[in-house]
């Protein structure tokens, strides 16, 4: 594969980041519930940053967020970002795109004395992403159930990482 790039996230960049979101939608059901505007979806409200990885034509390999975590932060401890919206396209995987894209995040964080979090669905097909957290340094914490179901309906079980304080 070419260069892998990473760079901050433009609004013109969205259009195709839903086309790969919805590639990755299919074969992995990431996002479990397809979103009624995937562009919204990818910008909500407490948004921090996001980047994309991209080839040297300009071509979108992946995506990552960081999302505000804490609604009222607590003074005596560091604001808590969430890393979110990670997808990258099939084609690309197995070229470290994800990991690049999530040095990217921790990056952003440690420059803005931020902690980081993630969840991500307990789920089988979870299994290449739990591995790619779990080898880049991401700490789980517990398991709980999700406040929102699947698409029919059942319950989703959550895994919470964070990074180990010094490690972003």
Known sequence: ??????RNRTT????HCVEVLAEVHRLDRYPLNWPADPEDWL?????????VAETEQGSILGHVAVHR????????????????????????????VGAQLLTRARQWAAEQRFS?????????????????Y?????????TTVATWTAPAGE??????????EGQL
């Open 1 to 6: 594969m070419n260069t892998v790039g990473i």
């Open 12 to 15: 013109q960049d969205l259009p």
């Open 43 to 51: 910008s909500p409200p407490n948004a921090l940053n996001a980047w």
């Open 69 to 96: 975590a804490d609604l009222v932060p607590d003074p005596a401890s560091p604001p808590v970002a969430e890393v979110s919206r990670l997808f990258v396209a099939p084609a690309a995987r197995g070229h470290a």
């Open 116 to 132: 980081l979090k993630l969840e991500i669905v307990d789920h089988p097909r979870s299994a290449s992403a739990i591995t790619l």
């Open 134 to 142: 779990e080898r880049t340094g991401w700490r789980h914490t517990d």
């Open 155 to 164: 319950p989703v079980r959550l895994r919470r990482y964070t990074v180990p």
